[in-house]
């Protein structure tokens, strides 16, 4: 008993010490009450706040005759490579799960750190850390912190102390299937889908476990497996009404499917909603030559929630060719239609229409264009089903069509306040050349890495800065029509949080946070982050005093592959910080003074003398390289600008990167499929696209 005193009083007196922290912490118990219709908006315990994904809260001290007030109360720095997620707080803790799933638990006050988790990703993703640049967001079940990792592990953690209490690996096979997504929690589940259909074979599921155990409970398979074969139940009645919808050869193509964003739980049915992925290979030549509808992608699916059996869904696109899949927001709310009283879902697919659906049947009530539309002229409200432009399949040549796949809402979080009754959804105007032409279709296999959106790999030469514009809209459900609009320069903004203090927050690519009046969209104040603010705002009440949190980074928006698009704003990976930002009124916190926005000054290093045949052969070897370097060697801020890199200078030290792994730790993939000669002809496309550079220009 006096041993145990002596360290009670040791505990006691390094807790008064300055800079001594107590690894264990308190947590707040989250469960079905605290993630249901929390009244006062205290905490934000899940990534949506409550159950219904609204991203609306309650709070209103901070409000549009205030705002102005609002300054930086204080701000941490993160040591991560990605920092576009979506915090969540409970009890005046803020959990977030940035990068490779680096989990953070800091005090929401104050921004001390009490624990930090890395589950070394990097190191264990093998060729699955090609095709993504980690985890948005994490869940909360009672005292355990929950995310999921590239590599395909769900974690189980102490909220209080980041210990690991049990992991599992939901990925089934050994294929190029990998986790980006927020699992959500429920009466006592985690559930967790996964993504990767655009790079390789695969086959889109939803797994449902245990929170207490780990345990797997349920799987719901989104698409048929091989005709006959009894896994995923390939033949239950089903997954047989699916496969009536596929043509040719299509589980040797995975089928696609992959749930690897949004679900919503609904306690009023008890069941998950699953926003489904494009159909994979997105040709549809390839996959599907009868064009039949492939369900269950492109979809919305009702599932039971304690067992995961198939309810209802609705396809948003049929038999999809242009990866306009439905894997955004899907946001619970009741509103007057015609009278009544209805439990609606609220959806804006990527395919550019804003659905609203019936929640208790999936009928179809209302759909609308969001933005601009080319692909298809609208929705057949009788059938359900969209009437397409005779061109937009792409028989015979390449079409431009809009929404490009980037979208006209992609997945950063749109917002419903029930106050003004409407949704704050960012959207994209940006067309795309869809088709295959060059496209190898009998026998097919996918690019090395490279993704093959409509059969046609995204070139190696650069995308104009201008070719896009983000336009933040707040949309009438019920009228299905924009109320008003905040349009800005390229591409993409973050998501978006309403509040009842009649205020919508967002995060820009250009480095500024704004706060909106909600029902008029008058810019009500702006704060300037010094890199891009592009993440998940969410807001919370500690000891009577309402916080706004945010993450800002570099990476300008949800993409780096769209050279001069994506980089317009000069946010470089290096020299700039990924930040968790919180704010309040009369806040005093500054942020030290960083460098401004600048265009990259490629290397001009006239001692390299390049092989015009191996500029060519390079070009192809670096589809491989476009995701993270970007399309015509110009990168999006989300890894290093090649084309001002002395590393390609040395054949030797290009070699220990790209094909032995010396920075696999710092999330550079290893490619040991490589040989000197094609290692030799990357070196030169990047040296000859750094020449063809023009002169920096201001930064837009």
């Known amino acids: 008993a006096g041993m145990r005193a002596l360290i009670l009083l040791a505990a006691v007196l390094l807790a008064t010490l300055p800079g001594v922290q107590i690894a264990a912490q308190s947590s707040k118990a989250v469960d079905n009450a605290a993630l249901g219709n929390e009244a006062d908006g205290t905490d934000w315990p899940a990534y949506g706040r409550t159950f219904g994904e609204s991203r609306f809260s309650p709070l209103r001290q901070v409000n549009d005759s205030n705002v102005s007030r609002l300054r930086l109360a204080w701000w941490l720095d993160l040591d991560v490579t990605n920092s576009i997620t979506a915090p969540v707080e409970a009890g005046g803790v803020i959990y977030l799960a940035a990068g490779y799933s680096i989990v953070h638990a800091v005090r929401a006050t104050d921004g001390r750190v009490l624990w930090r988790y890395d589950p070394k990703v990097p190191e264990k993703s093998g060729q699955k850390l090609r095709t993504g640049w980690g985890i948005r967001g994490l869940a909360l079940w009672k005292d355990r912190v929950y995310v999921g990792t590239q590599d395909g592990r769900l974690l189980a953690l102490a909220a209080a102390t980041g210990q690991p209490v049990w992991s599992v690996q939901t990925l089934d096979s050994a294929n190029g299937a990998y986790i980006s997504g927020a699992p959500r929690a429920f ?53 047989d009404k699916a496969a009536a919808t596929w043509t040719g050869e299509w589980w040797k193509f995975g089928g696609g499917g992959n749930v690897w964003n949004s679900m919503t739980f609904d306690p009023k049915f008890n069941r998950l909603y699953l926003g489904t992925g494009n159909a994979g290979p997105a040709n549809w030549k390839i996959r599907n030559p009868q064009a039949r509808d492939n369900l269950y992608t492109a979809s919305v699916v009702a599932v039971d929630a304690d067992t995961g059996h198939y309810v209802w869904h609705y396809q948003t696109t049929p038999g999809d060719a242009w990866d306009y899949d439905s894997s955004t927001d899907m946001t619970l709310a009741d509103l007057n239609i015609e009278g009544h009283r209805r439990s609606v879902l609220l959806h804006a697919a990527k395919n550019g229409f804003f659905y609203v659906i019936d929640r208790a049947n999936g009928r179809l009530i209302s759909a609308e264009k969001l933005g601009t539309v080319t692909w298809a002229e609208r929705v057949d409200l009788a059938t359900g089903r969209p009437i397409e432009n005779p061109d937009a399949r792409y028989r015979d040549k390449n079409v431009l069509l809009w929404p490009s796949f980037q979208a006209v ?36 296999s996918p690019k090395p890495v490279s993704p093959e959106f409509a059969g046609m790999t995204p070139g190696t030469g650069d ?12 949309w009438d459900p019920l ?20 509040t009842a203090g009649n205020l919508v927050f967002q995060g820009r690519a250009d480095g500024h946070l704004h706060a909106y009046s909600a029902d008029h969209g008058k810019d009500l104040w702006s704060f300037d982050a010094g890199v891009a603010v592009t993440g998940v705002p969410i807001t919370y009440r500690v000891q009577g005093r309402q916080y706004l949190a945010i993450t800002s980074g570099p990476l300008n ?42 265009q990259v000054k490629p290397l001009e290093a006239p001692e390299f003398k390049i092989d015009p045949a191996l500029v060519e052969a390079g070009g192809r070897e670096y589809v491989r390289c476009l995701l993270c370097h970007g399309t015509g060697v110009v990168a ?40 000197d000669a094609q290692l030799e002809s990357l070196r030169h496309f990047v ?10 220009q201001p930064v837009q």
């Open 187 to 239: 009466n006592g589940k985690i559930v967790i889908g996964n993504a990767g259909a655009d790079f390789s074979p695969v086959r889109g599921y939803v797994t449902a476990y245990d929170a207490e155990t780990g345990r797997e409970i349920w799987r719901f398979y989104v698409v048929p497996g091989k005709p006959g074969s009894k896994d995923g139940a390939a033949s239950d009645e089903v997954m």
């Open 687 to 696: 040296r000859a696209k750094a020449r063809e550079s023009p002169a920096p």
């Open 479 to 498: 009228l299905q029509r924009v109320v008003w609009s905040v349009e800005s320069p390229g591409m993409s903004d973050g998501g978006t949080l309403a």
């Open 636 to 675: 999006g801020g989300n890894a290093p600008d090649l084309r001002a890199s002395p590393v390609p200078l040395s054949a030797a030290s290009f070699a220990a990167i790209v094909r032995d792994g010396a920075l696999v730790s710092r999330g550079m993939p290893q490619f040991a499929e490589l040989s």
């Open 557 to 598: 928006g949800s993409t780096a592959a769209y050279g001069s698009a994506s980089a317009r704003w000069g946010w470089a990976s290096r020299g700039y910080p990924r930040r968790l930002l919180v704010f309040a009124l009369d806040g005093n916190a500054q942020l030290p003074v960083g460098a401004p926005p600048a």
């Open 409 to 444: 809402h992609h997945w950063t979080p749109q917002s419903f306040s029930p106050l003004t009754g409407l949704v704050y959804v960012p959207t994209l105007e940006m067309p795309f050349p869809f088709g295959d032409e060059g496209v190898e279709k009998h026998p097919w």
């Open 463 to 474: 995308v104009p800065v201008d070719a896009a514009k983000s336009i933040l809209k707040a």
